[in-house]
């Protein structure tokens, strides 16, 4: 069974600029999730969706990140514009609907801000 | 206070030590309670769920007290495999599902 699919891998952009990340769960999984984690700290959430509606998106920083899930599979998560704390790996993940326990990770992409 | 607290770590032991984990949540309505594998630069994966009457997997068991609203992880007989980060979980119900809060994370190096 194919994984929690990410690009890029790895992504270096300075400050200012915009960047965006995709995600493909895995097949089947309606609920999606956006984490961040910065070196030496856990994941946070950023947003969750089920299907392609937020269920949650309160740690969001709203006012430069933005994540869609237009039709209900693959999703994007943007920045813009990039601010140096924002360096970290964009981890996504999926589960299947009520699982949330069990949630399968993709391999993150590690975004570098100059 | 943070969600969720660990042992700063990192813990270095020998092949064949055993190491115990600890872990703290701040929310008593928290209802589940998982320990998160992460090697290095790579993502997280569940390694167990922690049950109120203790539940064992081969060399890892890991034990929750409700009460003292604590989390532990024993790993037996450690193998060099074992090296990795291990992430306590708490999972905070609300919203539709709720959500899982992770934390920092404690560091294990087992060296030969």
């Known amino acids: 069974e194919a994984g929690v699919a990410q690009s890029p891998r790895y992504k270096i952009i300075e400050k200012r600029q915009s960047v965006a990340f995709w995600c493909n769960p895995i097949s089947g999984h309606a609920t999606l999730y956006w984490y961040q984690q910065i070196l030496g700290q856990g994941p946070k959430l950023l947003i969750q969706?089920?299907?392609?509606?937020?269920?949650?998106d309160s740690q969001l920083p709203k006012d430069r990140f933005s994540a869609e899930r237009l039709k209900g599979v693959d999703s994007t998560l943007k920045i813009q514009p990039a601010k140096l704390e924002d360096s970290a790996v964009y981890l996504c993940?999926?589960?299947?609907?009520?699982?949330?326990?069990?949630?399968?990770f993709g391999p993150g992409t590690r975004l570098t801000v100059l | 206070r943070k969600e969720v607290e660990q042992d700063p770590g990192p813990f270095n032991v020998p092949e064949g030590a055993t190491v115990a984990f600890n872990c703290t949540y701040s929310?008593?309505?928290?209802?589940?309670f998982f320990w998160y594998r992460q090697d290095c630069r790579k993502e997280p994966k569940l390694l167990m769920s922690?049950?109120?009457s203790g539940n064992e997997d081969g060399r890892f068991t890991a034990q929750l007290n409700r009460a003292s609203q604590y989390i532990s992880l024993l790993i037996r007989d450690s193998k060099l495999s074992d090296s990795a980060t291990y992430l306590c979980?708490?999972?905070?119900?609300?919203?539709?599902?709720?959500?899982?809060?992770f934390g920092k994370g404690t560091k294990l190096s087992v060296k030969p």
């Open positions: 929310n008593s309505a928290s209802q589940s």
């Open positions: 993940a999926s589960s299947l609907p009520g699982s949330i326990n069990e949630q399968f």
């Open positions: 922690v049950y109120s």
């Open positions: 969706f089920q299907n392609n509606g937020v269920v949650d």
């Open positions: 979980v708490v999972h905070n119900y609300g919203g539709s599902q709720g959500n899982l809060i």
